[in-house]
């Protein structure tokens, strides 16, 4: 080999060293290319994501004070309906109250006893049948076995009869119950 072709060796080498380092370049800014597109594609999906988020917070607040105001309006509607419904009841008693004042009047002046115990006894009859139309029952739970659930028992005597042992013997004070449930218990004498 000659001398001259040793340094087309060595300027071949060099070229494709150029040509590496040209490429290496290249590559370094295709790659930095590259990243500064991922940056991009990054901060607008960041970005895509605080305005999703701003939006769901918004529909959240909204959505929370609608709510708030729901409640604050049907709890003001309920209790308005309470305080009606007993505006209501009061005025259905009424009647019942103009009829034992009309008794009262009639007993001042009245010198037969029946007609007044049957004006009374009219009088408690029509009550009744008010109560029982806003849904009160009375409870009768004479010769019924003692239950906790409706009955209150302030005493217990000896049972007069073996079948009257742990019944209802007498009735103290009666208990009643509205729409199924108990709204005052029967104060019963139980037998032992």
Known sequence: ???SEKPEKKQSKSKYAAKQDSKTVHDGKKH???HEHEKEKTKAA???NEEKYLELHDKYLRLSAEFDNYRKRTLKERMELIKTAGDELLQRILPVLDNFERALKAMEQANDVESLRNG???IYNHFKE????QGI???NPI???FNFDFHEAVAAIPAPTEEQKGKIVDVVEKGYV???KVIRFSKVVVGE
């Open 46 to 48: 960041l970005k895509a």
């Open 130 to 133: 008010f109560l029982q139309q």
């Open 1 to 3: 080999m000659t001398s």
């Open 32 to 34: 930095a290319h590259e």
């Open 143 to 145: 010769n019924e076995t």
């Open 178 to 180: 509205l729409h199924d």
């Open 137 to 139: 029952k009375e409870i």
């Open 120 to 122: 009374v006894t009219l």
